[in-house]
């Protein structure tokens, strides 16, 4: 017996929200253990604290998907607790500081310096400046945030300052929710004789790591928010959620090359199964933003004096990305992928299928129109942790292949990004670490022909921090 559903093309908006509405619904259904907030990619200490206890064979880590959940940072901290004879004096003592971070998912509350309030239910103190709150149902945490960077040099000095809060919280066994906003001002020297640009040390065509961002209208300095969240469904061998985040997929230590996180965050839905030991299925459905202006698409204001005024909304852009990671013996993940980056009206339902080769499905969607391709990519990465303190590992994101321009004779080169590297942690000396890591990104990789297909999201690259034609030591 079979089912066929015919569905109108125009209703693939009604589509998407009901299929997500049923693995919602599903994942509901299941009972579960596991908690999903994530804790965002910009935390490195406590990433590099994971990375490095997994070098030195404390703990097992697929480190190419990031970032992690909360609860997944937990547990871990609680395999490292349980080998604590094999950590050093000063891993023992980040161990303590890292359990006290995540009490709630040990259904605690925090150790509290300068407590206001110690009831049953809340915990809010001074110092960490917190507000917890648990009971049988929820566990939540808010914390206030308030910061200051100052970047200095021969030529000037310029101050970043934040303000703002952190949230989550986490429902049953089976909700977790997130949020986050943080107000940036960046002010000093200017860097560009335009005060319009002033104090501005991240924009796309700037050749430096720092995080992505969208200036707010200003002549003067760099004002910018942060604004990031979700909601997320799972169970213990699995999530589903509908976030605004960064992500970052390949392993690196000075930014990836496949999804690097550098770009301003965007809405997804993600997926993520880890049915057995062996094998994990990460997706992601995001919502880019195009910067590219859609000349039939305005609203309209009506001025009194020049009647109105048209103002041209950004073309729909999308990315469908998957990442199967196996691990055939322990400690060693290899992980293959794919990603489509499109711009049509509205979203391809063949893109939600978490476990396809979306290059295929592109060309029987344009193909028969002999219409331009959309933008799709392979990429693949390699982890090997077998060697107790080193991390050997290498990702590979190809944008274009065709095996002819590999000949000497041939003039052109593939648009392929390479990257490779390892990282010795505590050996021979303890609390010392060395690494190295070199990428190499050919011309025109992470572009296309079409400007609103490339691999970008408000014009940053998805990519490497350097982008194309590049390489680094």
């Known amino acids: 017996m079979s089912i066929v559903i015919q569905i109108n093309k125009k209703k693939n908006c009604t589509l998407c929200w009901c299929l997500?509405?049923?693995?919602?619904?599903?994942?509901?259904?299941?009972?579960?253990?596991?908690?999903?907030?994530?804790?965002?990619?910009?935390?490195?200490?406590?990433?590099?604290?994971?990375d490095e206890l997994a070098n030195d064979g404390i703990i097992e880590l697929n480190s190419s998907i990031k970032p992690y959940s909360k609860n997944f940072?937990?547990?871990?901290?609680?395999?490292?607790?349980?080998?604590?004879?094999?950590?050093?004096?000063r891993q023992k003592g980040d161990l303590v500081f890292f359990m006290q971070n995540y009490a709630l998912f040990y259904q605690n509350f925090p150790t509290s310096h300068l407590p206001l309030v110690q009831k049953n239910a809340w915990n809010v103190a001074l110092v960490e400046p917190a507000v917890h709150y648990k009971d049988n149902l929820v566990s939540a945490k808010i914390?206030?945030?308030?910061?200051?960077?100052?970047?200095?040099?021969?030529?000037?000095?310029?101050?970043?300052?934040?303000?703002?809060?952190?949230?989550?919280?986490?429902?049953?066994?089976?909700?977790?929710?997130?949020?986050?906003?943080?107000?940036?001002?960046?002010?000093?020297?200017?860097?560009?004789?335009?005060?319009?640009?002033?104090?501005?040390?991240?924009?796309?065509?700037?050749?430096?790591?720092?995080?992505?961002?969208?200036?707010?209208?200003?002549?003067?300095?760099?004002?910018?928010?942060?604004?990031?969240?979700?909601?997320?469904?799972?169970?213990?061998?699995?999530?589903?959620?509908?976030?605004?985040?960064?992500?970052?997929?390949?392993?690196n230590y000075n930014g990836s090359n496949i999804l690097s996180g550098r770009a301003p965050s965007f809405p997804m839905i993600t997926m993520k199964l880890k049915?057995?030991?062996?094998?994990?299925?990460?997706?992601?459905?995001?919502f880019l933003i195009s910067n590219v202006l859609d000349s039939s698409y305005y609203y309209i204001e009506q001025h009194t004096i020049d009647g109105e005024k048209k103002h041209y909304r950004p073309m729909n852009k999308f990315v469908a990305a998957n990442m199967l990671t196996f691990t055939p013996i322990p400690k060693l993940n290899i992980s293959v992928g794919n990603a489509i980056v499109y711009a049509e009206r509205s979203i391809q339902p063949a893109y939600l299928i978490p476990i396809a080769f979306y290059k295929s499905i592109d060309h029987l969607l344009t193909k028969g129109i002999k219409t331009e391709n959309q933008n799709s990519q392979f990429f693949i990465n390699v982890s090997s942790r077998n060697i107790k303190h080193l991390h050997l590992y290498g990702s590979m994101f190809v944008d274009e292949i065709k095996f002819s321009r590999f000949l000497p004779s041939n003039p052109e080169t593939?648009?392929?990004?390479?990257?490779?590297?390892?990282?010795?942690?505590?050996?021979?000396?303890?609390n010392l670490s060395f690494t190295t890591e070199f990428t190499y990104s050919t011309m025109v990789n992470y572009k296309h022909s079409i400007e609103s297909l490339t691999w970008a999201s408000n014009s940053y690259n998805l990519g490497h921090y350097l982008g194309d034609n590049s390489q680094e030591l």
């Open 20 to 50: 997500i509405f049923f693995c919602f619904a599903l994942f509901l259904s299941q009972t579960a253990h596991a908690q999903a907030n994530a804790e965002h990619i910009s935390y490195s200490r406590i990433y590099d604290f994971l």
């Open 73 to 89: 940072i937990a547990s871990k901290l609680q395999e490292a607790q349980k080998a604590d004879s094999l950590l050093t004096k």
């Open 143 to 251: 914390t206030p945030l308030l910061g200051m960077h100052i970047y200095s040099n021969r030529h000037g000095a310029i101050t970043h300052r934040w303000f703002g809060a952190d949230m989550y919280m986490n429902i049953g066994k089976n909700i977790a929710v997130y949020g986050s906003l943080r107000d940036n001002s960046y002010s000093g020297e200017y860097l560009s004789s335009l005060p319009v640009n002033a104090a501005r040390l991240s924009q796309p065509a700037y050749l430096n790591d720092l995080p992505g961002v969208e200036y707010k209208e200003a002549n003067y300095g760099g004002d910018f928010s942060d604004s990031r969240g979700g909601i997320t469904l799972h169970n213990e061998w699995g999530s589903i959620g509908l976030i605004k985040d960064n992500v970052s997929w390949g392993d």
């Open 275 to 286: 049915p057995t030991s062996w094998f994990e299925l990460n997706y992601i459905h995001g």
């Open 414 to 430: 593939n648009p392929i990004s390479y990257k490779g590297g390892f990282h010795l942690s505590n050996f021979p000396i303890s």
